[in-house]
């Protein structure tokens, strides 16, 4: 038998889909921040790049956290790496809560879309 | 008395298994992957432990250094208005390597939570005793392994904890009779600390670690079907944890420098429960205050509040009660399932159903109309009916319950939406 789907379940879902890829697309988006714009891990291979280059990813990607879309919601103190070493790794932390918010979500979806079993003498 | 209480136990948890049910389905329910969860968070623990690995240095002068390397924060400095990472700070650590270390950490804890959770629903739900014996006498194994490696991971840290914790390991080993003296040198790899002795510790936490798998083995070899994946969602919620807390609470070793340079910063207060790790050891330096980790540490805590004598008293009676658990008490085994000879064709469906593979396929003896033969191995059967429902030949038979009866009850059970 084929297992209704419950609209509100498919509600559910696309949610927690999204709140999950906003969540690791902030972790990402700051992390790449973190790593393109200095220390510590690239700062060496951006100094021996062609200026051009570099002036690409700084269009591309803003200068301060702060400037990142939706950042305040996930990062009030607007951290990164490069300002604080103690906040360097939210970047884990969110990517943790997003996989939390996932799981949320598919129990939920299973709880919408759940069958009653009936049985038929 | 003790069968009530069991009984009481058992119901009490099954209802709260069906409260959680009504909430996150049967499919995602994590209580039913409560066994399945401790095995899934040990592989984070293989994963994260053979990347600390690459890094660590066996050796009293190195261990915590190199532990120190892997975890600390980098200095930053600003330098012609750039953020750099200060060059100076001869202990800038690696990348993400706290995060690893953390990893490590939090899923250390979350294996022992999870396999002491597995282990209590496992006794409320009255699922240890009789032909469920081995899995019980190995998963009691199990928890003094995993108890075991934890300790040896703290002591490979080498700071003033682990110096702590070998003089009490020490103290608690002499105390025994006998082989007391020889337990304890064993432990240390001789007489006195030495670079061996860190290598001895490494070998303990690595030899222990794969222990673990062979108990595995041993706890699932009677076990047809024994659940070993979580379900999906569980997976996302055990990783989002471990994620969540190694990013939040990294296992870092804030050092003299980074403190020195965030001095004025109030955060620092908040930040001191980041430390997992206290300063190197000192030989001969006994620290008194020791952080007593509540999940690996407790015998070290009644070593230390009660003496060697009466915590090897309390350590003995608690594992004893956990060994002789499932024998007590014994139930009534009239109704071991039976195999009518002549109606059985060896179709092999009752011992492929058997969750606990009590039933043996054995050849026949030369000429029978059929090759195989149902035998039921007594010891393993747990008398559920399983086998009844899977014969299309009404072949095998409780003595003591009818098939019709097993039908009937299924029914009932089903009209109630059990």
């Known amino acids: ?121 | 008395m003790y069968r009530k209480f069991l009984k009481t136990t058992k119901s009490l948890t099954v209802s709260l298994e069906k409260g959680l049910n009504a909430l996150t389905t049967q499919e995602h329910n994590p209580l039913y992957f409560h066994g399945a969860l401790p095995l899934y968070i040990f592989w984070f623990l293989i994963f994260s432990g053979i990347m600390l690995w690459m890094y660590y240095i066996p050796t009293l002068e190195r261990a915590w250094s190199s532990v120190n390397y892997i975890t600390s924060l980098p200095v930053l400095g600003q330098v012609d208005g750039k953020w750099v990472t200060d060059a100076t700070n001869a202990s800038t650590g690696i990348p993400y390597g706290a995060v690893v270390r953390g990893v490590h950490r939090w899923g250390a804890a979350g294996m022992m939570i999870a396999t002491v959770l597995h282990m209590l629903r496992v006794y409320f739900t009255d699922r240890h005793r009789s032909w469920r014996w081995l899995p019980w006498i190995s998963g009691v194994g199990l928890l003094a392994v995993l108890l075991f490696v934890g300790v040896t991971g703290y002591l490979l840290v080498w700071d003033n904890r682990a110096y702590a914790l070998v003089v009490f390991t020490q103290e608690f080993l002499r105390s025994l009779p006998l082989v007391g003296g020889a337990l304890a040198d064993f432990f240390v790899a001789g007489g006195q600390i030495t670079d061996y002795t860190l290598t001895r510790f490494f070998f303990f936490h690595i030899a222990g670690a794969t222990l673990i798998f062979v108990l595995i083995w041993v706890h699932f070899i009677r076990l047809k079907y024994p659940a070993v994946t979580p379900s999906r969602a569980t997976n996302f919620l055990t990783f989002g944890f471990i994620l969540a807390a190694a990013g939040s609470y990294p296992a870092v070793n804030v050092t003299k420098e980074l403190l020195e340079k965030y001095a004025s910063d109030s955060r620092i207060t908040q930040y001191s429960d980041y430390i997992a790790s206290d300063a190197p050891a000192h030989i001969g330096t006994l620290v008194t205050n020791i952080r007593y980790d509540a999940w690996y540490m407790f015998p070290y805590y009644l070593i230390d509040k009660l003496g060697a004598g009466w915590a090897w008293a309390v350590l003995g009676i608690a594992v004893a009660l956990l060994l002789v658990a499932p024998f007590y008490p014994k139930d009534i085994r009239d109704n071991i399932a039976v195999v009518t000879e002549a109606k059985c064709t060896g179709c092999t469906f009752c011992s492929l159903d058997c969750p606990f593979e009590a039933i043996d396929m054995v050849e026949r003896t030369p000429g029978s109309k059929f090759k195989l033969i149902a035998v039921v191995n007594e010891a393993r059967c747990s008398q559920c009916g399983v086998c009844v429902g899977a014969c299309p030949f009404l072949a095998i038979e409780l003595p003591n319950t009818h098939s019709k009866t097993i039908e009937a009850d299924v029914m009932a059970l089903l009209d109630q939406g059990a």
């Open chain 1, 1 to 121: 038998m084929k297992t209704p789907r419950n609209t509100f379940g498919w509600i559910f879902l696309a949610t927690g889909l999204v709140i999950f890829y906003l969540l690791a697309a902030s972790a990402i988006a700051t992390e790449l921040n973190d790593v393109l714009h200095g220390p510590p891990f690239t700062s060496m291979v951006r100094d021996h790049m062609p200026h051009f280059l570099n002036a690409a990813l700084d269009a591309v990607l803003p200068l301060k956290v702060q400037n990142l879309p939706y950042i305040k919601y996930f990062n009030p103190q607007h951290l990164s790496t490069n300002d604080n070493p103690f906040e360097q790794f939210n970047v884990v932390k969110w990517m943790g809560w997003a996989f939390i918010v996932g799981a949320i979500a598919d129990i939920g979806t299973a709880y919408l879309t759940r069958v009653k079993t009936q049985v038929e003498e």
